[in-house]
Structures are given as C-alpha cells and as structure tokens.
C-alpha cells in the first residue's frame, strides 16, 4: 500500500520528500520543508502530535504545524494541494483537468476534541489538524481560549457572487473543471458555502458597464430588462447541487 501511495502522489505532481506509513493503518503525505526549518521530530509528526505555534509562525489568523495529510482504507480519498512555487512565499495549488484539491470533512468530534484548518506561506492550504487537550504549554506559544457560553452575532451563513466576469472565466474552462470550481466553493468536498448573490447588472470586474434600465425618466420600469451577460454568464448557480444550497 505505501508503493500505491507512492505511485499515486508522483502521477499528481507532488512535491514531497517522503511518506511515512502511521501506526494506525493509515497513509500520510509528509512534506519535510516546514519541519526541518522547526528541528520538528519527524516521528512525532506521523503520530499527529501536535505542535504549538510561536508568533512568528502565525500567517493570516494562526498556524498550528501537523503537516500531514491522510486517508483511511474504506474511506474517501482526501486530495491535499497539488503545490507549484512561483518565487519565494509564494506557493498556490493546481487545478486542472485531472486533479483538484479539496478540503478533508470535518468529521465526527468527541467530547474534548478540537479541530483546526490552517494555512501557510509554504504550501498547506487549509489542511486539517487534530488538536488535543495538553498541560503543557510552550514558551512563547499562542493560547486560543473557547468559551461556547459566549455567543454574539447569528451567522446566517457564507457564500459568494455570481457575477458576469466570474462567469466568463467559469465559461472559459473545461467543464471538468468548472465543475471542480463550483465544487470547491459550494460542495460537499469544498468549503460549503449555503449563499449566493446575483448582483444587478454590471459590476466592477465587468468587460463594460450596463444598466437594465437605460431609458431615462422611466420610472414605472417599463423598459426594464435583462441582458446577454445575465442569461449566459450568471447561470452557473443553476449548476450547484448541493442540497444544502436551496436558498
């Protein structure tokens, strides 16, 4: 099985140094760039220990460093970033025909449980991380306190637009692709969003701007209409199926 894993990690274009077989049966991707610059113990970071963060490791909201990624026999396959460099600190992940990444599910938590999606300047993008309760802290460790008790805003939820100069690109790719796209924003397998807005006529990534209603003094809207960019550039929420989407 770890030759599989091999084999199948060099047909997607990973850039890996290794992959090491975990104690419980499972596979993991294991990239040696970040851990090597920490002196992490490479061992430890197949078991899943979990590495607190110093501040200089922090990037955007918080990095907490388990940099493996890993797949159960009878489960679905989790795709981890397929990363290319495009200089220094600047790492973004493919998408093509015959690959795209996706985020690993949350999952069932037990009780004390806790869970983290991360990013960093190296290649993890959103990459899951299992975090368990421990009394020892780092010295100069970043401490995240949750109290569930305290509530503030109601989140309704997260979602994206649906806008013309999203749909020419959208419409530019492959349909394997587009689907991949919308698979990564509303899916399952993505980031789930539940919201989508449809704005009204052109906005500022259009190719040029339009009104629907260009005839002046018209107030009861009686020339009122849609245009070309509306029937075939913003139908792409037609497409999504996510059943949690019926908004």
Not at 118 to 143: E, F
Not at 180 to 193: F, R, W
Not at 208 to 231: I, K, Q
Request: overall charge negative; glycine content about 6%; proline content about 3%.
């Amino acid at each position: 099985m770890l030759s599989e894993a091999k084999e199948f990690l060099l047909k997607a274009n990973f850039d890996f140094d290794s992959v090491c077989q975990l104690s419980d049966g499972t596979l993991a991707l294991q990239l040696f760039r970040l851990y090597q610059s920490l002196n992490a113990d490479k061992n430890a970071i197949c078991r899943k220990s979990v590495f607190l963060a110093s501040p200089a490791m922090v990037f955007t909201v918080l990095a907490i460093v388990l940099l493996c990624s890993s797949t159960t026999d009878g489960q679905e396959t989790h795709r981890p970033c397929a990363a290319r460099s495009l200089g220094e600190n600047l790492v973004v992940c493919v998408c093509n025909t015959t690959y795209c990444d996706d985020i690993e599910p949350l999952g069932d938590l037990r009780l004390g449980q806790a869970v983290l999606y991360y990013s960093n300047q190296n290649s993890s993008r959103l990459v899951k991380s299992n975090l368990r309760q421990t009394a020892n802290r780092a010295a100069g460790s970043i401490l995240l306190t949750l109290d569930s008790r305290a509530t503030y805003q109601k989140m309704l939820g997260f979602g994206g637009a649906f806008t013309d100069s999203a749909g020419i690109v959208l419409q530019s790719l492959p349909k394997t692709m587009q689907d991949a796209i919308l698979e990564g924003y509303y899916g399952p397998s993505g980031l789930q969003y539940t919201l989508g807005r449809v704005p009204m006529a052109s906005t500022d990534f259009s190719t040029h701007e339009y009104s629907y209603a260009d005839t002046p003094g018209d107030f009861s809207l009686v020339n009122f209409s849609l245009t070309t960019e509306d029937w075939e550039y913003k139908l792409f929420l037609k497409t999504i199926r996510n059943p949690k989407n019926e908004q």
